[in-house]
């Protein structure tokens, strides 16, 4: 009972007192329609959500940073009493995904859909639900709700920016030492043959030996010699920093695309270096894997093609930077799992002096290591780290410099040199 109802009801009280004190049938009139109001509006509300339910439907359980994501809410009247209105109010977790809408003039066996779509500008893993539904009578005096419990998951992938390019140091442009190591996936590299097994698919079989020895055979592969990739992230929490974010306006229409910026943070930027040098990657037809230490270790073996990717996307979609190891120990530690003639991209925002010789010991063990320094000064640290972009030349080992605000197709491209001059100055 609102306010409005208790308002009601003594205005009963007062009209029925009124009326037996004075016996005039103006004040009885009035009571009765008082409490003829009371129980309309009463046994209105006792029907207003009988035989509603909603259904939502993702569009997909996965989007990504600048794409839109589309929800379908359907309002189903299986009664045969008409709903005068039906209010959803969503408590979803993604940001701007406005699904609390009012449905009015609900016909009994009718229903009624409405798709909402939400511009994605944040990465992560996102409740969609749980939900509340609002009726009432038309005076509102005896409203009424149901809660929806109906809950999913969306992931939102990170950023991905296309490299135009991504120079490599002279000499390792074909990666490594050739890699002699069994797959399950086809590449070009034949090493032999054997038995088919249950489980082996049709098109590695090979139908010359099969038809010479009467009984399946199908062909075993190597990798290829070209050297792995490594995309390395630095999620150790004393390594990130954050500029205050400016608040976006209301006003301003989840419906319609905008340009995507990064939020001012290191880890941010770090996660669409990311993205973006493993799709690079990957577009070439290498083998990338991903490494990084946050409240768990992450670890993807490497390995080409569109599902290597997405599950790199995923994995980034959820790293938050409150890993407790350093890049130079994470380095260390995997040293030896890394194969020689590998590809290491070290992507940092860490000002530690023991970075840049972590990277020159990958460099004794036939490893190429290349740094994406992420300059903390830009981001509010008070230690700026760009002359480790210098000091890694000095020591032979390419770097790239990314600034708050910088275009990561810009600077994933060129030398860090000339960007660590101008930001030290």
Request: aromatic letters at 6%; a positive charge.
């Amino acid at each position: 009972m609102t306010g409005r109802a208790r308002g009601v009801a003594l205005l009963f009280a007062a009209c029925l007192v009124a009326g037996l004190i004075s016996g005039r049938p103006v004040f009885f009139n009035l009571s009765y329609v008082c409490l003829g109001v009371l129980l309309v509006s009463f046994l209105w509300s006792r029907t207003a959500l009988r035989g509603v339910s909603v259904m939502r439907r993702p569009g997909s359980t996965r989007s990504q940073v600048g794409h839109a994501f589309e929800e379908a809410i359907t309002l189903v009247n299986r009664s045969r009493i008409p709903k005068l209105w039906v209010e959803l109010r969503d408590e979803s977790e993604l940001p701007d995904h406005r699904t609390s809408v009012v449905m009015v003039g609900v016909g009994g066996g009718r229903e009624r859909s409405q798709l909402v779509r939400t511009y994605c500008t944040l990465r992560g893993r996102f409740r969609l639900g749980p939900a509340h539904l609002h009726a009432g009578d038309p005076f509102g005096l005896f409203p009424v709700s149901r809660p929806v419990p109906q809950v999913h998951q969306l992931v939102v992938l990170p950023l991905v920016t296309p490299l135009p390019s991504f120079p490599l140091p002279s000499g390792r442009l074909q990666g490594g030492v050739a890699v002699t190591e069994p797959t399950q996936q086809i590449t070009p590299n034949a090493a032999g043959v054997r038995e088919y097994l249950p489980g082996d698919s049709f098109n590695r079989i090979h139908w010359v030996s099969t038809a010479r020895r009467q009984r399946l055979i199908v062909k075993e592969f190597e990798l290829d010699p070209l050297g792995d990739v490594w995309v390395v992230l630095d999620t150790n929490r004393s390594a990130q920093w954050k500029l205050p974010e400016a608040q976006r306006s209301t006003r301003e229409s989840s419906f319609l695309p905008r340009r995507i910026s990064l939020p001012p943070a290191t880890i941010e930027y770090g996660v669409a270096c990311a993205a973006s040098l493993a799709q690079h990657f990957l577009r070439q037809d290498r083998s990338v894997g991903f490494l990084a230490y946050d409240r768990v270790r992450h670890s993807i073996q490497p390995d080409r093609g569109a599902p290597q990717l997405i599950r790199a996307l995923e994995t980034l979609a959820v790293i938050d930077g409150a890993g407790e190891t350093a890049m130079e120990d994470v380095l260390r530690i995997e040293d030896t799992h890394l194969t020689r003639g590998a590809m290491i991209l070290v992507i940092t925002a860490s000002a530690s002096p023991g970075l840049v010789p972590a990277l020159r010991a990958l460099r004794m063990r036939s490893l190429t290591p290349i740094l994406v320094l992420l300059a903390s000064g830009s981001f509010g640290a008070p230690e700026d780290n760009v002359l480790h972009a210098a000091e890694a030349g000095r020591a032979g080992i390419p770097a790239r410099l990314v600034c708050c605000g910088d275009s990561l197709e810009i600077a994933l491209s060129r030398p860090a040199a000339l960007g660590a001059l101008r930001s030290a100055a």
